[in-house]
Protein backbone atom coordinates (compact mmCIF):
# COMPACT_ATOMS: atom_id res chain seq x y z
CA UNK A 1 0.00 0.00 0.00
CA UNK A 2 2.94 2.03 -0.31
CA UNK A 3 2.55 3.52 -3.83
CA UNK A 4 3.41 6.91 -4.91
CA UNK A 5 0.81 9.60 -4.36
CA UNK A 6 0.08 11.75 -7.57
CA UNK A 7 2.16 15.04 -7.15
CA UNK A 8 1.95 17.28 -10.44
CA UNK A 9 2.64 20.67 -8.80
CA UNK A 10 5.72 18.91 -7.07
CA UNK A 11 6.65 17.36 -9.95
CA UNK A 12 7.73 20.79 -11.15
CA UNK A 13 9.62 22.02 -8.68
CA UNK A 14 13.34 20.38 -8.38
CA UNK A 15 15.37 23.38 -6.44
CA UNK A 16 14.13 25.92 -4.78
CA UNK A 17 14.02 28.33 -7.57
CA UNK A 18 11.43 26.20 -9.07
CA UNK A 19 9.34 26.85 -6.26
CA UNK A 20 9.56 31.03 -6.44
CA UNK A 21 8.13 30.73 -9.94
CA UNK A 22 5.16 29.40 -8.08
CA UNK A 23 2.32 31.68 -7.26
CA UNK A 24 1.16 31.95 -3.76
CA UNK A 25 -2.29 30.13 -4.57
CA UNK A 26 -0.42 27.12 -5.73
CA UNK A 27 1.81 27.12 -2.47
CA UNK A 28 -0.79 25.06 -0.79
CA UNK A 29 -1.32 22.50 -3.40
CA UNK A 30 2.34 22.38 -3.41
CA UNK A 31 2.70 21.96 0.13
CA UNK A 32 -0.24 18.80 0.65
CA UNK A 33 1.89 17.00 -2.21
CA UNK A 34 4.78 17.46 -0.59
CA UNK A 35 3.46 15.71 2.74
CA UNK A 36 1.71 12.81 0.84
CA UNK A 37 5.33 12.29 -0.49
CA UNK A 38 6.93 12.45 2.70
CA UNK A 39 4.47 10.07 4.01
CA UNK A 40 4.84 8.19 1.11
CA UNK A 41 8.82 7.80 1.40
CA UNK A 42 9.10 7.37 4.93
CA UNK A 43 6.85 4.35 4.53
CA UNK A 44 9.39 2.73 2.24
CA UNK A 45 12.27 3.40 4.02
CA UNK A 46 11.44 4.24 8.07
CA UNK A 47 12.78 7.23 9.88
CA UNK A 48 11.83 10.21 11.48
CA UNK A 49 8.11 11.02 10.54
CA UNK A 50 6.60 13.32 12.60
CA UNK A 51 8.91 16.26 13.41
CA UNK A 52 9.19 16.66 9.23
CA UNK A 53 5.21 16.69 8.65
CA UNK A 54 4.92 19.69 10.92
CA UNK A 55 7.39 21.23 9.27
CA UNK A 56 5.73 20.94 5.84
CA UNK A 57 4.49 24.44 5.32
CA UNK A 58 7.50 26.51 7.01
CA UNK A 59 10.27 24.33 4.82
CA UNK A 60 7.94 25.34 1.85
CA UNK A 61 7.95 28.79 3.15
CA UNK A 62 11.53 29.65 4.49
CA UNK A 63 13.07 28.43 0.52
CA UNK A 64 9.98 30.18 -1.50
CA UNK A 65 10.92 33.50 0.78
CA UNK A 66 14.31 33.03 1.19
CA UNK A 67 17.01 33.11 -1.59
CA UNK A 68 18.64 29.54 -0.29
CA UNK A 69 21.51 28.28 -0.86
CA UNK A 70 22.73 32.03 -0.82
CA UNK A 71 20.87 32.46 2.63
CA UNK A 72 22.03 29.74 4.73
CA UNK A 73 19.53 27.69 6.32
CA UNK A 74 20.19 25.82 8.98
CA UNK A 75 17.79 23.22 10.63
CA UNK A 76 18.41 21.98 14.15
CA UNK A 77 19.21 18.28 14.85
CA UNK A 78 18.22 17.73 11.13
CA UNK A 79 15.50 15.24 11.65
CA UNK A 80 12.72 17.39 10.43
CA UNK A 81 14.59 17.57 7.02
CA UNK A 82 12.81 15.25 4.69
CA UNK A 83 10.76 17.63 3.22
CA UNK A 84 14.10 20.37 2.89
CA UNK A 85 16.03 17.59 1.07
CA UNK A 86 12.69 16.99 -1.34
CA UNK A 87 12.61 20.74 -2.51
CA UNK A 88 16.44 20.65 -2.94
CA UNK A 89 17.40 18.48 -5.61
CA UNK A 90 16.95 14.99 -3.57
CA UNK A 91 13.54 13.76 -4.30
CA UNK A 92 15.27 11.31 -6.62
CA UNK A 93 17.12 9.46 -3.88
CA UNK A 94 14.42 10.14 -0.96
CA UNK A 95 13.73 6.67 -0.87
CA UNK A 96 17.13 5.66 0.18
CA UNK A 97 17.17 8.10 3.38
CA UNK A 98 19.30 5.91 5.85
CA UNK A 99 20.38 3.38 3.93
CA UNK A 100 23.69 1.96 2.67
CA UNK A 101 25.07 4.81 0.27
CA UNK A 102 21.76 6.36 0.23
CA UNK A 103 20.98 9.51 1.81
CA UNK A 104 21.59 10.29 5.47
CA UNK A 105 18.57 10.85 7.97
CA UNK A 106 20.11 14.10 8.87
CA UNK A 107 21.19 17.14 6.81
CA UNK A 108 24.91 16.83 5.60
CA UNK A 109 27.02 18.83 4.07
CA UNK A 110 28.90 16.78 1.30
CA UNK A 111 25.41 16.04 0.23
CA UNK A 112 24.14 19.29 -0.86
CA UNK A 113 25.11 22.69 -1.28
CA UNK A 114 21.27 23.12 0.30
CA UNK A 115 23.04 21.39 3.79
CA UNK A 116 25.04 24.04 5.05
CA UNK A 117 25.69 22.55 8.11
CA UNK A 118 25.34 19.32 8.87
CA UNK A 119 23.30 18.44 11.95
CA UNK A 120 22.11 15.60 14.20
CA UNK A 121 23.11 16.56 18.21
CA UNK A 122 20.35 19.18 19.36
CA UNK A 123 20.99 22.88 19.70
CA UNK A 124 23.95 23.93 17.36
CA UNK A 125 21.70 25.91 14.54
CA UNK A 126 21.76 28.94 16.27
CA UNK A 127 25.48 29.00 16.69
CA UNK A 128 26.28 27.90 13.22
CA UNK A 129 23.75 30.14 11.61
CA UNK A 130 25.07 33.25 13.35
CA UNK A 131 28.62 32.49 12.02
CA UNK A 132 27.06 32.25 8.56
CA UNK A 133 25.40 35.82 9.21
CA UNK A 134 28.51 37.45 10.63
CA UNK A 135 31.01 36.34 7.87
CA UNK A 136 28.54 37.28 5.09
CA UNK A 137 28.51 40.43 7.01
CA UNK A 138 32.11 40.94 7.53
CA UNK A 139 33.19 39.84 3.87
CA UNK A 140 30.31 42.32 2.91
CA UNK A 141 28.47 39.53 0.63
CA UNK A 142 24.45 39.32 0.64
CA UNK A 143 23.41 36.69 2.49
CA UNK A 144 21.48 35.93 5.69
CA UNK A 145 21.64 32.91 8.58
CA UNK A 146 18.82 31.20 9.11
CA UNK A 147 17.80 29.22 12.22
CA UNK A 148 15.33 26.69 12.57
CA UNK A 149 14.69 25.53 16.02
CA UNK A 150 12.41 23.60 18.05
CA UNK A 151 11.41 24.12 21.57
CA UNK A 152 12.62 21.01 22.80
CA UNK A 153 16.44 22.38 21.81
CA UNK A 154 15.66 25.52 23.80
CA UNK A 155 16.66 23.75 26.88
CA UNK A 156 19.98 23.43 25.94
CA UNK A 157 22.02 26.08 26.87
CA UNK A 158 24.22 26.74 24.02
CA UNK A 159 21.23 27.81 22.28
CA UNK A 160 21.19 30.71 25.01
CA UNK A 161 24.58 31.28 24.62
CA UNK A 162 24.69 31.88 20.88
CA UNK A 163 21.58 34.04 21.28
CA UNK A 164 23.29 36.58 23.56
CA UNK A 165 26.07 36.61 20.75
CA UNK A 166 23.67 37.70 18.34
CA UNK A 167 23.88 41.11 17.54
CA UNK A 168 26.87 41.15 16.33
CA UNK A 169 24.98 39.67 12.98
CA UNK A 170 22.90 43.03 12.84
CA UNK A 171 19.77 42.06 10.54
CA UNK A 172 21.73 39.05 8.92
CA UNK A 173 20.69 36.39 11.26
CA UNK A 174 16.75 34.93 11.46
CA UNK A 175 16.02 32.62 14.57
CA UNK A 176 12.20 30.33 13.63
CA UNK A 177 11.10 29.05 16.73
CA UNK A 178 9.43 25.55 16.23
CA UNK A 179 7.10 25.09 18.68
CA UNK A 180 5.57 22.27 18.50
CA UNK A 181 3.96 21.45 21.65
CA UNK A 182 2.55 24.50 22.80
CA UNK A 183 5.52 24.13 25.54
CA UNK A 184 5.65 28.08 25.41
CA UNK A 185 3.16 29.94 23.34
CA UNK A 186 -1.02 30.40 23.89
CA UNK A 187 -2.84 28.84 21.22
CA UNK A 188 -2.55 30.56 18.08
CA UNK A 189 -5.66 32.59 17.04
CA UNK A 190 -7.06 35.17 14.44
CA UNK A 191 -5.40 38.20 16.78
CA UNK A 192 -1.85 36.94 17.36
CA UNK A 193 -1.35 36.46 13.40
CA UNK A 194 -2.49 39.71 13.03
CA UNK A 195 -0.61 41.04 15.51
CA UNK A 196 2.67 39.04 14.23
CA UNK A 197 1.85 40.44 10.87
CA UNK A 198 1.38 43.93 12.19
CA UNK A 199 4.88 44.16 14.15
CA UNK A 200 6.77 42.46 11.65
CA UNK A 201 5.45 44.80 8.76
CA UNK A 202 8.32 47.60 7.29
CA UNK A 203 6.00 50.27 8.35
CA UNK A 204 5.38 49.35 12.38
CA UNK A 205 9.35 48.66 11.96
CA UNK A 206 9.65 52.28 10.70
CA UNK A 207 7.32 53.68 13.12
CA UNK A 208 9.36 51.90 15.54
CA UNK A 209 12.71 53.13 14.65
CA UNK A 210 11.50 56.95 14.17
CA UNK A 211 10.60 57.00 17.75
CA UNK A 212 13.69 54.99 18.96
CA UNK A 213 15.84 57.90 17.19
CA UNK A 214 13.20 60.55 19.13
CA UNK A 215 13.77 59.10 22.37
CA UNK A 216 17.66 59.12 22.12
CA UNK A 217 16.82 62.97 22.21
CA UNK A 218 14.99 62.71 26.08
CA UNK A 219 17.03 62.77 29.23
CA UNK A 220 17.96 59.66 29.69
CA UNK A 221 15.56 58.60 32.38
CA UNK A 222 12.78 59.52 29.90
CA UNK A 223 14.80 57.81 27.29
CA UNK A 224 15.13 54.26 29.05
CA UNK A 225 11.62 54.62 29.97
CA UNK A 226 10.72 55.02 26.74
CA UNK A 227 12.51 51.96 25.71
CA UNK A 228 11.02 49.77 28.52
CA UNK A 229 7.45 51.18 27.32
CA UNK A 230 8.13 49.99 24.01
CA UNK A 231 9.56 46.19 25.32
CA UNK A 232 6.74 46.00 27.56
CA UNK A 233 3.82 47.11 25.48
CA UNK A 234 4.73 44.03 22.84
CA UNK A 235 5.82 41.82 25.77
CA UNK A 236 2.31 41.75 27.03
CA UNK A 237 0.55 41.55 23.47
CA UNK A 238 2.69 38.90 22.28
CA UNK A 239 4.85 37.13 24.79
CA UNK A 240 8.82 37.45 24.07
CA UNK A 241 10.39 39.21 26.58
CA UNK A 242 13.33 36.87 27.41
CA UNK A 243 14.15 37.23 23.79
CA UNK A 244 14.03 40.61 24.07
CA UNK A 245 16.36 40.96 26.57
CA UNK A 246 18.99 38.74 24.75
CA UNK A 247 18.79 41.43 21.67
CA UNK A 248 16.05 39.89 19.53
CA UNK A 249 13.23 41.69 17.52
CA UNK A 250 10.48 39.12 18.62
CA UNK A 251 7.54 38.23 16.40
CA UNK A 252 5.12 35.85 17.40
CA UNK A 253 3.39 33.18 17.56
CA UNK A 254 2.59 32.49 14.18
CA UNK A 255 0.46 29.56 12.21
CA UNK A 256 2.82 27.31 11.31
CA UNK A 257 0.44 25.94 9.01
CA UNK A 258 -1.10 28.57 7.51
CA UNK A 259 1.40 29.48 4.61
CA UNK A 260 -1.08 33.11 4.42
CA UNK A 261 0.46 33.93 7.87
CA UNK A 262 3.99 32.56 6.95
CA UNK A 263 4.60 34.52 3.87
CA UNK A 264 4.13 37.67 4.81
CA UNK A 265 5.65 37.65 7.89
CA UNK A 266 8.91 35.79 6.52
CA UNK A 267 9.23 38.48 3.94
CA UNK A 268 8.85 41.33 6.64
CA UNK A 269 11.28 39.79 8.74
CA UNK A 270 13.96 39.01 5.21
CA UNK A 271 13.06 42.71 4.51
CA UNK A 272 13.77 44.07 8.36
CA UNK A 273 16.47 47.07 8.47
CA UNK A 274 17.81 46.04 11.49
CA UNK A 275 18.86 43.54 14.18
CA UNK A 276 18.65 40.13 14.79
CA UNK A 277 14.63 38.44 14.44
CA UNK A 278 12.99 35.53 16.05
CA UNK A 279 9.83 34.00 14.54
CA UNK A 280 7.56 32.23 17.10
CA UNK A 281 5.99 29.66 14.73
CA UNK A 282 3.42 27.09 16.44
CA UNK A 283 3.48 23.95 14.44
CA UNK A 284 1.88 19.98 15.01
CA UNK A 285 3.93 17.42 15.08
CA UNK A 286 2.59 14.61 12.97
CA UNK A 287 0.29 17.08 10.92
CA UNK A 288 -1.25 15.95 8.03
CA UNK A 289 -1.49 12.11 8.66
CA UNK A 290 -4.13 10.99 10.79
CA UNK A 291 -2.00 8.14 12.41
CA UNK A 292 0.76 10.50 13.56
CA UNK A 293 -1.65 12.90 14.96
CA UNK A 294 -3.11 9.97 17.21
CA UNK A 295 0.04 8.52 18.55
CA UNK A 296 1.51 9.97 21.82
CA UNK A 297 4.84 10.53 20.32
CA UNK A 298 3.50 11.51 16.69
CA UNK A 299 5.54 9.03 14.96
CA UNK A 300 8.78 10.61 16.00
CA UNK A 301 10.95 7.91 14.70
CA UNK A 302 9.13 4.72 12.86
CA UNK A 303 10.09 1.55 11.14
CA UNK A 304 8.85 0.80 7.90
CA UNK A 305 4.87 1.50 8.11
CA UNK A 306 1.37 0.82 5.97
CA UNK A 307 0.54 4.56 4.79
CA UNK A 308 -3.56 3.68 4.76
CA UNK A 309 -3.36 2.26 8.32
CA UNK A 310 0.23 3.15 10.02
CA UNK A 311 0.43 0.10 11.27
CA UNK A 312 4.49 -0.05 11.41
CA UNK A 313 6.36 -3.80 10.70
CA UNK A 314 7.16 -5.73 13.69
CA UNK A 315 10.55 -6.80 14.17
CA UNK A 316 10.19 -10.97 14.89
CA UNK A 317 10.08 -12.26 18.02
CA UNK A 318 13.64 -12.43 19.76
CA UNK A 319 15.53 -11.48 22.90
CA UNK A 320 14.73 -8.61 24.53
CA UNK A 321 16.57 -5.15 24.19
CA UNK A 322 19.11 -4.13 25.85
CA UNK A 323 17.73 -0.75 26.58
CA UNK A 324 14.57 -3.01 27.78
CA UNK A 325 17.32 -4.90 30.28
CA UNK A 326 18.85 -2.07 31.41
CA UNK A 327 15.33 -0.65 32.60
CA UNK A 328 14.32 -3.24 34.03
CA UNK A 329 17.57 -4.11 35.94
CA UNK A 330 17.36 -0.61 37.62
CA UNK A 331 13.90 -1.01 38.59
CA UNK A 332 14.96 -3.76 40.76
CA UNK A 333 18.11 -2.06 42.15
CA UNK A 334 15.76 0.34 42.83
CA UNK A 335 13.64 -1.74 44.68
CA UNK A 336 16.40 -2.80 46.75
CA UNK A 337 18.12 0.12 47.63
CA UNK A 338 15.89 4.02 48.15
CA UNK A 339 19.12 5.73 47.30
CA UNK A 340 19.16 4.88 43.72
CA UNK A 341 18.13 7.13 41.52
CA UNK A 342 17.63 8.08 37.51
CA UNK A 343 18.52 10.94 35.26
CA UNK A 344 18.11 11.06 31.39
CA UNK A 345 19.13 14.45 29.19
CA UNK A 346 15.53 14.00 27.04
CA UNK A 347 15.48 10.83 26.17
CA UNK A 348 13.51 8.84 28.77
CA UNK A 349 12.12 6.49 26.24
CA UNK A 350 15.33 5.89 24.09
CA UNK A 351 17.31 5.02 27.53
CA UNK A 352 14.66 2.74 29.05
CA UNK A 353 13.90 5.49 32.26
CA UNK A 354 10.09 6.00 30.77
CA UNK A 355 9.64 2.78 32.92
CA UNK A 356 11.76 3.97 35.48
CA UNK A 357 10.04 6.84 35.92
CA UNK A 358 6.62 5.18 36.08
CA UNK A 359 7.83 2.84 39.01
CA UNK A 360 9.56 5.48 40.74
CA UNK A 361 8.16 8.65 39.39
CA UNK A 362 10.09 11.13 42.69
CA UNK A 363 13.66 9.20 41.34
CA UNK A 364 13.27 9.78 38.23
CA UNK A 365 14.93 13.00 36.42
CA UNK A 366 14.34 14.27 32.89
CA UNK A 367 16.61 17.60 32.64
CA UNK A 368 15.76 18.06 29.08
CA UNK A 369 18.68 18.72 25.94
CA UNK A 370 21.44 19.34 29.30
CA UNK A 371 23.87 16.85 29.16
CA UNK A 372 25.99 19.32 30.82
CA UNK A 373 23.96 19.87 33.55
CA UNK A 374 23.09 16.43 34.00
CA UNK A 375 26.30 14.89 34.26
CA UNK A 376 26.78 18.02 37.42
CA UNK A 377 22.92 16.85 38.43
CA UNK A 378 24.21 13.23 39.22
CA UNK A 379 27.95 14.79 40.27
CA UNK A 380 25.58 16.80 43.62
CA UNK A 381 23.10 13.59 44.38
CA UNK A 382 26.46 11.44 44.82
CA UNK A 383 28.20 14.12 46.82
CA UNK A 384 25.12 13.86 49.46
CA UNK A 385 25.11 9.95 49.52
CA UNK A 386 22.46 9.33 46.65
CA UNK A 387 23.28 6.30 44.09
CA UNK A 388 22.68 8.47 40.67
CA UNK A 389 22.49 6.48 37.01
CA UNK A 390 22.90 8.88 34.60
CA UNK A 391 22.03 7.07 31.21
CA UNK A 392 22.95 8.99 28.61
CA UNK A 393 23.71 7.77 24.76
CA UNK A 394 27.20 7.80 23.87
CA UNK A 395 27.42 10.16 21.08
CA UNK A 396 25.66 12.88 23.83
CA UNK A 397 27.87 11.75 26.45
CA UNK A 398 30.50 13.70 24.93
CA UNK A 399 29.01 17.15 25.30
CA UNK A 400 29.03 16.81 28.75
CA UNK A 401 33.13 15.89 28.61
CA UNK A 402 34.45 18.67 30.91
CA UNK A 403 31.72 18.04 33.41
CA UNK A 404 32.42 13.97 33.39
CA UNK A 405 36.08 15.09 34.44
CA UNK A 406 36.00 18.46 36.76
CA UNK A 407 32.73 17.56 38.26
CA UNK A 408 33.01 13.69 38.87
CA UNK A 409 36.38 12.23 37.97
CA UNK A 410 38.44 14.56 39.78
CA UNK A 411 36.52 14.56 42.81
CA UNK A 412 36.02 10.97 42.67
CA UNK A 413 32.12 10.90 43.06
CA UNK A 414 30.37 7.31 42.45
CA UNK A 415 28.25 8.92 39.32
CA UNK A 416 27.01 5.44 37.59
CA UNK A 417 27.28 6.20 33.50
CA UNK A 418 24.76 3.85 32.02
CA UNK A 419 26.05 4.50 28.60
CA UNK A 420 23.40 3.58 25.78
CA UNK A 421 24.33 3.54 22.04
CA UNK A 422 27.72 1.63 22.27
CA UNK A 423 29.06 1.10 18.81
CA UNK A 424 27.64 1.31 15.64
CA UNK A 425 24.26 2.16 15.25
CA UNK A 426 23.23 1.45 11.48
CA UNK A 427 20.61 3.64 9.73
CA UNK A 428 21.77 6.77 12.18
CA UNK A 429 25.26 6.79 10.90
CA UNK A 430 28.07 8.46 12.16
CA UNK A 431 26.38 11.45 14.48
CA UNK A 432 24.84 8.85 16.52
CA UNK A 433 27.93 6.31 16.72
CA UNK A 434 28.76 5.18 20.16
CA UNK A 435 32.51 5.18 18.58
CA UNK A 436 34.71 7.32 21.23
CA UNK A 437 33.41 6.85 24.99
CA UNK A 438 36.07 3.89 26.08
CA UNK A 439 39.15 6.50 24.70
CA UNK A 440 37.63 9.46 26.25
CA UNK A 441 36.63 7.63 29.60
CA UNK A 442 39.11 5.50 30.39
CA UNK A 443 41.67 7.89 30.33
CA UNK A 444 40.47 9.43 32.95
CA UNK A 445 41.90 8.79 36.34
CA UNK A 446 39.34 7.20 39.01
CA UNK A 447 37.34 5.74 36.51
CA UNK A 448 36.28 2.42 36.11
CA UNK A 449 34.62 1.33 32.60
CA UNK A 450 32.68 -1.56 31.79
CA UNK A 451 31.43 -3.28 28.73
CA UNK A 452 28.33 -6.29 28.20
CA UNK A 453 29.51 -8.73 26.64
CA UNK A 454 25.26 -10.10 26.84
CA UNK A 455 22.32 -9.47 28.15
CA UNK A 456 23.02 -11.56 31.49
CA UNK A 457 26.37 -9.44 32.09
CA UNK A 458 24.04 -6.20 31.29
CA UNK A 459 22.39 -7.25 34.55
CA UNK A 460 25.41 -8.12 36.50
CA UNK A 461 27.13 -5.08 35.79
CA UNK A 462 24.22 -2.74 36.85
CA UNK A 463 24.04 -4.49 39.95
CA UNK A 464 27.78 -3.74 40.13
CA UNK A 465 27.20 -0.02 39.61
CA UNK A 466 24.55 0.28 41.75
CA UNK A 467 26.90 -1.00 45.01
CA UNK A 468 30.22 0.79 43.62
CA UNK A 469 30.46 3.39 45.77
CA UNK A 470 34.30 3.99 45.69
CA UNK A 471 34.12 6.19 42.29
CA UNK A 472 32.80 7.18 39.15
CA UNK A 473 31.87 3.97 37.28
CA UNK A 474 30.73 3.56 33.40
CA UNK A 475 28.56 0.94 31.63
CA UNK A 476 28.27 0.90 28.09
CA UNK A 477 25.85 -1.51 25.92
CA UNK A 478 24.72 -1.43 22.22
CA UNK A 479 21.70 -0.60 20.30
CA UNK A 480 19.80 -3.89 19.52
CA UNK A 481 18.53 -7.14 20.96
CA UNK A 482 20.21 -9.43 23.32
CA UNK A 483 22.23 -12.70 22.37
CA UNK A 484 18.96 -14.61 23.86
CA UNK A 485 21.39 -16.10 26.75
CA UNK A 486 19.68 -17.18 30.36
CA UNK A 487 19.07 -14.32 32.73
CA UNK A 488 20.18 -14.36 36.03
CA UNK A 489 17.66 -14.51 38.98
CA UNK A 490 19.76 -13.10 40.96
CA UNK A 491 22.37 -10.31 40.01
CA UNK A 492 26.25 -11.30 40.74
CA UNK A 493 28.74 -8.60 42.23
CA UNK A 494 31.76 -8.32 38.91
CA UNK A 495 34.86 -7.93 41.03
CA UNK A 496 36.49 -4.80 39.56
CA UNK A 497 38.93 -5.03 36.93
CA UNK A 498 38.62 -8.88 36.55
CA UNK A 499 37.66 -10.74 33.51
CA UNK A 500 36.90 -14.20 32.71
CA UNK A 501 37.86 -17.07 30.18
CA UNK A 502 34.78 -18.05 28.12
CA UNK A 503 37.24 -20.65 25.96
CA UNK A 504 40.05 -22.33 27.09
CA UNK A 505 42.88 -23.10 23.99
CA UNK A 506 46.74 -23.09 24.15
CA UNK A 507 47.84 -21.15 20.84
CA UNK A 508 45.76 -18.38 19.86
CA UNK A 509 43.97 -15.62 22.55
CA UNK A 510 40.96 -13.54 21.40
CA UNK A 511 40.77 -10.58 23.87
CA UNK A 512 37.25 -9.03 23.77
CA UNK A 513 35.34 -6.12 25.58
CA UNK A 514 32.11 -5.86 24.57
CA UNK A 515 29.38 -7.63 22.47
CA UNK A 516 32.22 -8.73 20.07
CA UNK A 517 31.83 -11.54 22.15
CA UNK A 518 30.00 -13.39 20.15
CA UNK A 519 31.86 -13.10 16.80
CA UNK A 520 35.13 -13.82 18.77
CA UNK A 521 33.58 -17.06 19.58
CA UNK A 522 32.86 -17.60 15.83
CA UNK A 523 36.24 -16.90 14.83
CA UNK A 524 37.57 -19.53 17.63
CA UNK A 525 35.55 -22.40 15.98
CA UNK A 526 37.09 -21.28 12.92
CA UNK A 527 40.05 -21.15 13.81
CA UNK A 528 40.00 -24.48 15.33
CA UNK A 529 38.68 -26.26 12.21
CA UNK A 530 42.06 -24.95 11.05
CA UNK A 531 43.72 -26.55 13.56
CA UNK A 532 44.59 -23.57 16.00
CA UNK A 533 43.59 -24.13 19.07
CA UNK A 534 41.92 -20.99 20.66
CA UNK A 535 41.31 -19.20 23.79
CA UNK A 536 38.37 -16.57 24.36
CA UNK A 537 38.70 -13.84 27.10
CA UNK A 538 35.93 -11.40 28.02
CA UNK A 539 37.66 -8.84 29.88
CA UNK A 540 34.57 -7.06 30.88
CA UNK A 541 36.78 -4.14 32.25
CA UNK A 542 38.46 -1.67 29.81
CA UNK A 543 39.64 0.07 33.17
CA UNK A 544 40.99 -1.34 35.04
CA UNK A 545 42.61 -4.30 33.16
CA UNK A 546 42.87 -7.70 34.55
CA UNK A 547 46.80 -7.38 34.49
CA UNK A 548 47.06 -11.31 35.68
CA UNK A 549 44.85 -12.35 33.06
CA UNK A 550 46.57 -10.84 30.42
CA UNK A 551 49.87 -11.38 30.88
CA UNK A 552 48.99 -15.15 31.73
CA UNK A 553 47.36 -15.10 27.87
CA UNK A 554 49.95 -12.61 26.32
CA UNK A 555 53.14 -15.09 27.63
CA UNK A 556 51.49 -18.71 26.79
CA UNK A 557 49.96 -18.41 23.16
CA UNK A 558 51.28 -17.40 20.21
CA UNK A 559 49.05 -14.93 18.40
CA UNK A 560 46.96 -12.40 21.05
CA UNK A 561 44.19 -10.21 19.41
CA UNK A 562 42.13 -7.60 21.17
CA UNK A 563 38.78 -6.77 19.56
CA UNK A 564 36.39 -3.60 20.71
CA UNK A 565 33.86 -1.59 19.57
CA UNK A 566 35.49 1.47 19.93
CA UNK A 567 37.60 3.74 18.06
CA UNK A 568 41.70 3.82 18.77
CA UNK A 569 43.05 4.86 22.68
CA UNK A 570 40.64 2.27 23.86
CA UNK A 571 41.01 -1.40 25.09
CA UNK A 572 43.94 -2.35 22.16
CA UNK A 573 46.24 0.72 23.30
CA UNK A 574 45.64 -0.23 26.57
CA UNK A 575 46.67 -3.87 26.17
CA UNK A 576 49.56 -2.54 24.09
CA UNK A 577 50.90 0.03 26.85
CA UNK A 578 50.09 -3.27 29.96
CA UNK A 579 52.47 -5.16 27.40
CA UNK A 580 55.09 -2.55 26.96
CA UNK A 581 55.25 -1.76 30.52
CA UNK A 582 55.46 -5.41 31.50
CA UNK A 583 58.62 -5.73 28.75
CA UNK A 584 56.67 -8.07 26.69
CA UNK A 585 57.11 -6.44 23.64
CA UNK A 586 60.82 -6.93 23.91
CA UNK A 587 59.75 -10.82 23.81
CA UNK A 588 58.34 -10.71 20.22
CA UNK A 589 55.17 -10.62 21.38
CA UNK A 590 52.80 -11.16 18.50
CA UNK A 591 49.67 -8.73 19.60
CA UNK A 592 47.20 -7.38 17.23
CA UNK A 593 44.50 -4.69 17.85
CA UNK A 594 41.11 -4.76 15.97
CA UNK A 595 38.67 -1.40 16.44
CA UNK A 596 37.00 0.61 14.56
CA UNK A 597 38.54 2.52 11.72
CA UNK A 598 39.63 6.20 11.80
CA UNK A 599 36.90 7.36 9.79
CA UNK A 600 33.11 8.26 10.46
CA UNK A 601 31.10 5.30 8.91
CA UNK A 602 27.87 6.59 7.10
CA UNK A 603 24.62 4.69 7.52
CA UNK A 604 23.87 0.98 6.64
CA UNK A 605 22.96 -2.01 8.37
CA UNK A 606 24.83 -2.66 11.50
CA UNK A 607 26.06 -5.72 10.45
CA UNK A 608 27.31 -4.67 6.81
CA UNK A 609 28.73 -1.54 9.27
CA UNK A 610 30.64 -4.20 11.37
CA UNK A 611 32.09 -6.25 8.35
CA UNK A 612 33.46 -3.45 7.03
CA UNK A 613 35.38 -2.32 10.16
CA UNK A 614 36.94 -5.59 9.69
CA UNK A 615 35.17 -6.35 13.92
CA UNK A 616 33.41 -9.89 12.05
CA UNK A 617 34.63 -13.38 12.86
CA UNK A 618 36.13 -13.20 9.52
CA UNK A 619 38.44 -10.43 10.25
CA UNK A 620 39.74 -12.20 13.29
CA UNK A 621 40.61 -15.09 11.40
CA UNK A 622 42.44 -13.26 8.96
CA UNK A 623 44.25 -11.28 11.25
CA UNK A 624 45.44 -14.29 13.43
CA UNK A 625 46.98 -15.82 10.04
CA UNK A 626 48.34 -13.03 8.61
CA UNK A 627 49.97 -12.79 11.78
CA UNK A 628 50.92 -16.52 12.22
CA UNK A 629 52.66 -16.02 8.82
CA UNK A 630 54.46 -13.06 9.33
CA UNK A 631 56.11 -14.54 12.43
CA UNK A 632 56.72 -17.80 10.11
CA UNK A 633 58.35 -15.34 7.39
CA UNK A 634 60.46 -13.76 10.13
CA UNK A 635 61.40 -16.77 11.70
CA UNK A 636 62.99 -18.23 8.63
CA UNK A 637 64.64 -15.33 7.85
CA UNK A 638 66.10 -14.98 11.32
CA UNK A 639 67.04 -18.89 10.77
Not at 548 to 568: D, N, P
Request: glycine share 10%.
Amino acid sequence: MNDRPSTPLLDQVVWPSDLRALKPDQLRQLADELRQEVISAVGVTGGHLGSGLGVVELTTAIHYVFDTPQDKLVWDVGHQCYPHKILTGRRDRIRTLRMGGGLSGFTKRAESDYDPFGAAHSSTSISAALGFAVANKMQDRPGKGIAVIGDGAMSAGMAYEAMNNARAAGNRLVVILNDNDMSIAPPVGGLSAYLARLVSSREFLGLRDLAKRLARKLPRPLHNAARKTDEFARGMAMGGTLFEELGFYYVGPVDGHNLDQLIPVLENVRDAAEGPCLVHVVTQKGKGYGPAEAAADKYHGVQKFDIVTGAQAKAPPGPPSYTNVFAQALIAEAQRDPKVCAITAAMPSGTGLDKFELAFPDRSFDVGIAEQHAVTFAAGLAAEGMRPFCAIYSTFLQRAYDQVVHDVAIQNLPVRFAIDRAGLVGADGSTHAGSFDVTYLAALPNMVVMAAADEAELVHMVHTCAVHDSGPIALRYPRGNGTGVAMPEIPERLEIGKGRIVREGRQVAILSLGTRLEEALKAAEALEAKGLSTTVADLRFAKPLDEALIRKLLTSHEVAVTIEEGAIGGLGAHVLTLASDLGLIDNGLKLRTLRLPDIFQDQDKPEKQYADARLDADAIVDTVLTALRHNSVGAEARA
